[in-house]
């Protein structure tokens, strides 16, 4: 059978990808290739390995892209993100509650309009892919028609995606205010019409604690239990002044994290950010849960809530799921490269350094595995999913100098991750098809 026929192609590079945890063992969890070939057909990846190995097995024919000084990975996923921020980027000097108030409420409020929403999520989407990102957790805004726009783009790109619109029915503007019984019937609407359609998936989406009521918990938790393979996203200890907050709404929690697992909240699937202010204690009911934490550092310095403990996280013995997230628009860039710098940099002020291997994994891998996920993607291996990012090794003329004095791989991502941003991404494949392709553009 030729190429033609099979429905092959190739890309060729040096890869890395993850066998297992490198906060395990750095050196046994990483697979790196220095010149390794991909293959793809019908949206998987088909065979991947040493490229003399590989050319050997595919079908004649089967048209390889040779990517030069580049290194293939699988696709990033950012599991934190709200879309509808993308204009509140960079507005800030205000910590989190003055912030959402003075920022981010009032641009919110702008999706009530679908033309709106369908404008910022069309650029959402394509900023995704112009930076390697191929799976997002995301959240609307309390509109539904918020999600609808969010899910036809990637429907449309055939992603990998999980959205869900927030619930909030109390502390915020009228205008952004839902009710237990609305919310919950609007979710399940969003349900019926995307989730499990395609690549996508629903998140229900309690924005945090302080903005719903407790029958609005009570109602996602039972929708979330009625609804097999659905999501769970939320905000959990983010800021000194929120958790003092959540300790005046919720006296009869003795903490934060308590008032979600009441509620049924904890859980696989279930992805909450931040996590800075909690302790030993609710990162191990995090763990005995399969709860994941998505940690987003450039919002983290941003607002100035804090430094996220990774290390006490991912303690050895009962680690905590945790993935990285963009958080836009609190955090400040697109890029999972900067992000994982970001992490590298709060992990090293704690006196706890941050490997490039275990920073890329949390990317890759590693979130695959806190989304439950990892079956189908965040690894290069026969039969996951084609998610793929293309890294340009040398995109900048100053990365180029600074590589020359590279040999290995860690320190190479370590260059990547402090000089490098989108233009990095040479290319982006999203379940087989080139997606994004840097030099193609005019
Ligand atoms: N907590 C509740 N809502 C938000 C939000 O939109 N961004 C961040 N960073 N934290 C939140
Ligand atoms: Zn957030």
């Given amino acids: 059978m030729n190429a033609v026929a099979s429905g092959w192609t190739a890309i060729r590079g040096a890869l890395l990808t993850f066998d297992g945890d490198p906060f395990v063992d750095d050196a046994q969890a990483c697979r790196y290739e220095p010149d390794a070939i991909v293959a793809m057909a019908h949206g998987r990846i088909v065979d991947c390995g040493a490229a003399d190995v590989v050319a050997a097995r595919l079908p004649p024919d089967t048209p390889i892209t040779r990517y030069r000084d580049a290194l293939i990975s699988a696709g990033f996923i950012d599991a934190h993100v709200h879309y509808p921020q993308l204009p509140v980027i960079g507005a800030g000097g205000k910590p989190l509650l003055e912030w959402l108030t003075s920022h981010t409420f009032p641009t919110e409020a702008r999706y009530a309009d679908i033309d709106y929403a369908r404008d910022v999520a069309l650029r959402y989407v394509d900023e995704n892919l112009r930076h390697g990102i191929t799976t997002a957790a995301v959240f609307g805004t309390v509109h539904p028609q918020s999600i609808d726009a969010l899910f036809d783009e990637c429907a449309r790109r055939d992603m990998r995606m999980i959205g869900g619109k927030a619930l909030m029915d109390r502390h915020a503007p009228a205008d952004l205010l839902d009710t237990a019984s609305r919310g919950y019937d609007e979710s399940k609407a969003l349900i019926a019409r995307w989730h499990q359609r395609d690549r996508l998936a629903y998140a229900i989406t309690p924005r945090f604690a302080a903005t719903s009521t407790p029958e609005q918990l009570a109602a996602a938790a039972a929708l979330w239990r009625e609804t097999p393979g659905a999501y769970l996203q939320s905000h959990v200890a983010e800021n000194r002044a929120e958790v003092e907050w959540i300790a005046s709404l919720f006296p009869n929690d003795a903490r934060y994290l308590d008032v979600y697992d009441r509620f049924g909240l904890l859980g696989k699937r279930a992805i909450y950010a931040h996590g800075i202010h909690l302790d030993d204690a609710d990162f191990a009911r995090l763990a005995e849960t399969g709860t994941a934490l998505a940690h987003c550092p450039t919002s983290n310095n941003f607002l100035g809530s ?127 098809r080139l997606a994004w392709d840097r030099d193609a553009q005019v």
């Fill in 306 to 432: 804090g430094l996220f403990a990774l290390h006490r996280a991912r303690s050895a013995g009962r680690p905590v799921n945790v993935a990285l997230g963009t958080d836009l628009g609190a955090g400040t860039s697109f890029s999972m490269l900067r992000t994982m710098q970001a992490a590298s940099e709060v992990a090293h002020l704690q006196g706890r350094p941050l490997s490039p291997l275990c920073a890329w994994w949390l990317a890759t891998q590693g979130a695959a595995r806190a989304l439950d996920l990892d079956d189908a993607i965040g690894t290069v291996a026969p039969g996951r999913e084609a998610d793929l990012v293309v890294i340009d090794l040398r995109s900048t003329p100053l990365i180029d100098f600074r590589m020359r004095d590279v040999e290995r791989i860690d320190d190479a991502l370590a260059v990547q991750m402090a000089l490098g941003d989108d233009r990095a991404i040479r290319a982006t494949y999203v379940h087989g």
